[in-house]
């Protein structure tokens, strides 16, 4: 069994809490976003890990507004399908932004199976790594934003502090599809 620990730091979006066990990173989640902790067991102790400190070096570098590599191991829980979305996720360049319709069609030419965006979008929705598996750099169809864990204003202000077109930050009317 996996024993995990977690840890929280500070952000310019608030407090965020960091999980995870001497084999890696596994959980990231903004203090209140939906899902918070899902991954956690409970009875996770605090306690800081070498991943920790390297996670926590690599956030106070991306919120200094620059684009660090990531250099210390995720080892996010989910399925098969979940896990090949955020390794797409991981793909998508510091400041730009794709489509879970764009996802679905890579997905797709990897598996040799059709895959919907509405699919991609539960994986993309259930990213336990918020930040440094970049799920606010996915935008519905149209280029509009769509929901984000960590709230719309959050997601926002992910894609301007990386520097994405502004004209790409509209909020959808309702009923907006992936």
Not at 98 to 106: E, L, P
Not at 119 to 148: E, K, W
Request: proline share 6%.
């Amino acid at each position: 069994m996996r024993v995990m620990h977690s840890t929280w730091i500070d952000s310019p979006l608030g407090q965020l809490m960091l999980a995870g066990d001497e084999n890696g990173l596994c959980g990231l989640w903004m203090k209140d976003q939906k899902y918070f902790g899902a991954s956690l067991p409970e009875g996770a102790e605090e306690r800081e890990l070498p991943v920790f400190a390297a996670a926590k070096d690599w956030l106070a570098r991306y919120f200094d507004g620059q684009n660090p590599c990531i250099d210390f191991p995720l080892t996010p829980e989910g399925s098969e399908f979940r896990q090949s979305v955020w390794k797409q996720l991981l793909s998508i360049p510091y400041g730009s932004t794709t489509s879970y319709g764009q996802i679905a069609k890579k997905l797709e030419a990897l598996c040799g199976r059709a895959v919907s965006a509405q699919a991609v979008g539960g994986a993309v929705g259930h990213n336990p790594i918020s930040i440094i598996i970049p799920c606010h750099r996915v935008l519905g169809s149209n280029g509009n934003l769509t929901g984000y864990a960590g709230g719309i204003e959050r997601k926002i202000w992910l894609l301007r502090h990386e520097g994405a077109d502004p004209a790409l930050l509209r909020i959808p009317t309702r009923g907006t599809a992936l």
